[in-house]
């Protein structure tokens, strides 16, 4: 029972982990891939031009996104902390 305990908490962690990083990952990759492409089809190659685009729809995603971050953790955090007695009961 303990080792299934463990891995739905980690599982869980995990999960949140994901969801919360999701909308900047997808963000500097969509984005990434247009400036890739934007770069291609120039043949412009410098560095900062891939790098910056992306710096800045990151900041803007993450900014937009951060209350339903916030709750998403706060929500993990919360279900944590209250299921803690259970899992201390349940440890040998």
């Known amino acids: 029972m303990?080792?299934?305990l463990i891995a739905q908490i980690g599982k869980e962690a995990l999960r949140t982990a994901m969801l919360v990083a999701a909308?900047?990952?997808?963000t500097s990759m969509v984005v990434?891939?247009?400036?890739?492409?934007?770069q291609?089809?120039?043949?412009?190659?410098?560095?900062t031009i891939a790098?910056?685009?992306k710096i800045i729809a990151v900041m803007v995603v993450v900014a937009f996104a951060f209350p339903?971050?916030?709750h998403i953790l706060v929500?993990?955090?919360?279900?944590m902390?209250?299921?803690?007695?259970?899992?201390?009961?349940?440890?040998?």
């Open 51 to 53: 790098f910056v685009p």
């Open 68 to 70: 339903w971050m916030t």
């Open 40 to 47: 291609v089809v120039t043949s412009l190659q410098d560095q």
């Open 81 to 92: 902390f209250t299921d803690f007695n259970t899992v201390v009961r349940q440890l040998p």
């Open 75 to 79: 929500q993990f955090a919360t279900h």
């Open 23 to 26: 909308p900047a990952l997808l």
């Open 32 to 38: 990434g891939l247009a400036v890739s492409i934007f």
């Open 2 to 4: 303990n080792e299934l």
